[in-house]
């Protein structure tokens, strides 16, 4: 069974950083597709940023390019969101995702979901 653990949340002012770890579980050899989305209170859960596992490539949502940093630790089997420069709209709950079988783009198609992390930005 496949385990995701977020950790790393809090409350930061703008402009201030964190970093969220994703520990992942129960799965061996394999090379997901993992991801970070976030969901704020009447919003639909968007994807953040995702990494494929197998040739590192990286993708990013427009509003956090330049600021975020998706990144692995394949020994550690750790999945990291270095958050910079973090603003009031960066606040929502964060969570880590993995697909085996298909693209980890949209949050509909996740196979495996973390129980989330809030991260709070105020002005």
């Known amino acids: 069974q496949v385990q995701l653990v977020e950790s790393g949340g809090g409350s930061v002012q703008a402009g201030g950083s964190l970093r969220l770890s994703c520990a992942a579980s129960g799965y061996t050899s394999s090379s997901p597709c993992m991801g970070w989305f976030r969901q704020a209170p009447g919003k639909e859960r968007e994807g953040v940023a995702r990494?494929?596992?197998?040739?590192?490539?990286?993708y990013y949502h427009d509003s956090v390019k330049g600021r975020f940093t998706i990144s692995q630790d394949s020994a550690k089997n750790t999945l990291y969101l270095q958050m910079t420069n973090l603003k009031p709209a960066d606040t929502a709950m964060y969570y880590c995702a993995a697909n085996f079988s298909t693209s980890c783009d949209n949050a509909k198609r996740v196979e495996y979901w973390g129980q989330g992390t809030q991260v709070t930005v105020s002005s």
């Open positions: 990494i494929y596992t197998r040739d590192g490539t990286t």
